[in-house]
């Protein structure tokens, strides 16, 4: 008999027979941007979501030798698109072993129970809402002189940022490049700043100035990959 309370998820695959010891979110998340590096570009892969969210089932009673709960032998993956999660699918089962060379893992779309999800979303609603409110509130506390008054600072600063970025320029100090970073990072035009990190860059190397790091370690490890086949190519 079918149950109307659940259907086949488009974006959630679960991940089964996976090693109960040692295993963790990071492993996953290297192998799925290992595999969707083969769709998407690194580029696109650095600043475009890819994944909501992933994590193992753990035990509530027992730890491994890191100190962590142990694994209980399947994970859930939820994908941003439907069509990302198909392509994982179906790549990741042309090599198993990148996710266990001891086990077959079994990898499918997860049963979702719509009673359960429509509790998640009135949750996130209602955050939202609350969240809109509270920004309406603080807008509404804000006088208009106050507005101006911050506006006008803020040119302020940009303008004493520019200044100082001139003077360093026109000195090539490049013991200032500390100091020249962060009055880059006061100016809020984003054409301006661009072209101010480009000089930085020309002027003074590489060491003047360095990209952001990549907070998913997963992306960190790909691209730390290209870089190193890069150089040794060089």
Same mark, same amino acid.
């Given at each position: ?44 892969? =650095? ?33 941003? =698109? ?19 060379? =001891? ?13 359960? !999800? ?77 072209? !101010? ?38």
């Amino acid at each position: 008999m079918k149950n109307s309370n659940y259907h086949v998820s488009k974006t959630r695959i679960i991940m089964k027979n996976l090693p109960k010891k040692e295993f963790e979110e990071s492993e996953i998340r290297e192998v799925i941007y290992k595999v969707m590096a083969k769709k998407h570009s690194e580029k696109t892969l =650095k600043k475009t979501k890819i994944l909501q969210k992933v994590w193992v089932e753990r035990e509530n009673d027992r730890m491994d030798s890191t100190g962590n709960y142990r694994s209980r032998g399947f994970c859930f993956v939820d994908f941003v =698109k439907h069509d990302d999660a198909v392509f994982f699918l179906e790549e990741i089962k042309k090599d198993w072993s990148m996710i266990s060379s =001891k086990k077959v893992p079994i990898i499918e779309f997860a049963f979702e129970d719509i009673r359960q !999800m429509h509790k998640r979303q009135q949750k996130i609603d209602s955050i939202k809402k609350a969240q809109e409110q509270r920004k309406k509130q603080q807008e509404s506390e804000i006088k208009p002189e106050e507005v101006e008054k911050k506006k006008k600072d803020r040119k302020n600063k940009e303008a004493l940022a520019k200044v100082k970025l001139d003077e360093i320029f026109s000195k090539n100090d490049k013991s200032r490049v500390p100091e020249a970073k962060k009055y880059i990072s006061m100016i809020r035009a984003r054409g301006l700043k661009q072209r !101010m990190k480009k000089k930085l860059r020309e002027q003074f190397g590489d060491d003047g100035i360095q990209t952001e790091s990549i907070k998913n370690p997963a992306v960190a490890s790909i691209l730390g990959e290209g870089r190193s086949k890069s150089r040794d190519a060089k």
